[in-house]
């Protein structure tokens, strides 16, 4: 039995193609844990429909997601991949949540002050309740979808009682409020709920852009060579790290002063687990053009074999549904126990058998 394992959860939404820095913190965060954890991973399509999306585009990415960190080395044997709504409870969970959350807590999340201000809309610091909206594009609206994102998020995570949430630096503010809403809970109910604690990838690990290594490479950079994708063609990751921008000076050496370079090595040393002194050493002479292409062979051969496990997986869409499949079965039985019993605290009479 696995009950008494410890449990750790984490999700992603299906948004495309995985990055390097992704793979990175799969491998880390993931690969190594599941033998001593009770694993769940959520793929959160209900989190993707919080923005502008097209139907048949969340449909091909939800199961590319699956297969892609699959293909990475989320075991499926050692680990409960699921799709968040395959299993009843994530939107339940999170209504009652809505019910002990203030309004101004959701307001004052950076994210969601962040996405409300692409959509032209400025949230006031001094007033909860109100939006100024001047520049905001015709017709837009901050629907409130995107306020409930984190006590959905919020659900997930206590859905399943998790002991651990390994999340991006991103996250953390996000993972404190469900902290909060657990407590809360707890406090006027009574004791239901773990209080979950966020792992966070350490600082060393992230993979900065190519093209401005000031900046964390992300899918959203509006330079795409500034991303390397993990199903990249190994002769675009080629160009992509070729072409990356490096630092005045030709000495291979990691420091403050070289954030190109080291962002270089850094992801060097990722992909081959060797230190980045060791590397250091022996291009020690070298150009940057040698750096590059020893990076560049790195990452593919690191690369290929992903993406070869990648293109079997997802010809095999009977394979990965199974997985899924068996993901929600487990996700979901988990899942009714905690829901009922939050149920029962809340004072909603038993559903007569
Ligand atoms: N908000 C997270 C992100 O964008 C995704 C997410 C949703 C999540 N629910 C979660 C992460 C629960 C960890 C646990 O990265």
Same mark, same amino acid.
């Given at each position: 039995?696995?009950?008494?394992?410890?449990?750790?959860?984490?999700?992603?939404?299906?948004?495309?193609?995985?990055?390097? $820095?992704?793979?990175?913190?799969?491998?880390?965060?993931?690969?190594?844990?599941?033998?001593?954890?009770?694993?769940?991973?959520?793929? !959160?399509?209900?989190?993707?429909?919080? !923005?502008?999306?097209?139907?048949?585009?969340?449909?091909?990415?939800?199961?590319?997601?699956?297969?892609?960190?699959?293909?990475?080395?989320?075991?499926?044997?050692?680990?409960?991949?699921?799709?968040?709504?395959?299993?009843?409870?994530?939107? @339940?969970?999170?209504?009652?949540?809505?019910?002990?959350?203030?309004?101004?807590?959701?307001?004052?999340?950076?994210?969601?002050?962040?996405?409300?201000?692409?959509?032209?809309?400025?949230?006031?610091?001094?007033?909860?309740?109100?939006?100024?909206? @001047?520049?905001?594009?015709?017709?837009? *609206?901050?629907? *409130?979808?995107?306020?409930?994102?984190? !006590?959905?998020?919020?659900?997930?995570?206590?859905?399943?009682?998790?002991?651990? !949430?390994?999340?991006?630096?991103?996250?953390?503010?996000?993972?404190?409020?469900?902290?909060?809403?657990?407590?809360?809970?707890?406090?006027?109910?009574?004791?239901?709920?773990?209080?979950?604690?966020?792992?966070?990838?350490?600082? $060393?690990?992230?993979?900065?852009?190519?093209?401005?290594?000031?900046?964390?490479?992300?899918?959203?950079? @509006?330079?795409?060579?500034?991303?390397?994708?993990?199903?990249?063609?190994?002769?675009?990751?080629?160009?992509?790290?070729?072409?990356?921008?490096?630092?005045?000076?030709?000495?291979?050496?990691?420091?403050?002063?070289?954030?190109?370079? *080291?962002?270089?090595?850094?992801?060097?040393?990722?992909?081959?687990?060797?230190?980045?002194?060791?590397?250091?050493?022996?291009?020690?002479? @070298?150009? =940057? $053009?040698?750096?590059?292409?020893?990076?560049?062979?790195?990452?593919?051969?690191?690369?290929?074999?992903?993406?070869?496990? =990648?293109?079997?997986?997802?010809?095999?869409?009977?394979?990965?549904?199974?997985?899924?499949?068996?993901?929600?079965?487990?996700?979901?039985?988990?899942? =009714?126990?905690?829901?009922?019993?939050?149920?029962?605290?809340?004072?909603?009479?038993?559903?007569?058998?």
């Amino acid at each position: 039995m696995t009950e008494s394992k410890p449990v750790i959860l984490t999700c992603a939404q299906p948004t495309g193609q995985l990055t390097i $820095g992704n793979f990175l913190g799969a491998v880390k965060n993931w690969a190594t844990m599941l033998d001593d954890h009770d694993c769940y991973f959520g793929i !959160v399509d209900m989190h993707a429909i919080t !923005v502008k999306y097209s139907p048949a585009e969340l449909r091909e990415n939800t199961l590319s997601c699956a297969a892609q960190y699959i293909a990475c080395g989320l075991d499926p044997k050692r680990s409960n991949i699921f799709v968040q709504s395959h299993v009843t409870g994530h939107t @339940e969970l999170a209504w009652l949540l809505s019910c002990i959350t203030p309004i101004g807590e959701l307001q004052r999340m950076t994210q969601f002050k962040e996405k409300a201000a692409k959509l032209g809309f400025n949230v006031e610091e001094d007033n909860d309740l109100k939006f100024t909206h @001047e520049g905001a594009r015709a017709g837009a *609206s901050v629907n *409130s979808g995107l306020l409930m994102y984190p !006590v959905l998020m919020a659900a997930d995570i206590l859905l399943y009682n998790a002991d651990l !949430v390994p999340v991006g630096n991103d996250q953390r503010q996000h993972l404190e409020l469900c902290r909060d809403l657990a407590q809360r809970f707890n406090h006027t109910y009574s004791d239901t709920f773990t209080i979950p604690k966020s792992f966070i990838s350490k600082q $060393g690990a992230r993979v900065m852009a190519l093209q401005n290594p000031e900046r964390k490479m992300s899918k959203s950079d @509006e330079n795409q060579s500034s991303t390397l994708y993990i199903l990249d063609d190994p002769s675009v990751l080629k160009k992509k790290i070729m072409s990356s921008v490096t630092d005045s000076g030709s000495k291979i050496v990691a420091s403050k002063e070289k954030p190109g370079v *080291s962002n270089l090595l850094q992801i060097y040393s990722s992909m081959s687990g060797r230190s980045v002194p060791d590397i250091e050493s022996s291009l020690k002479g @070298e150009g =940057y $053009g040698t750096l590059k292409k020893e990076v560049a062979d790195s990452v593919i051969s690191v690369l290929e074999p992903v993406q070869a496990k =990648y293109k079997e997986l997802i010809d095999d869409k009977s394979y990965l549904e199974g997985v899924l499949r068996s993901g929600a079965e487990a996700a979901q039985q988990r899942a =009714y126990k905690v829901l009922f019993k939050v149920y029962r605290k809340a004072g909603f009479v038993e559903r007569p058998r």
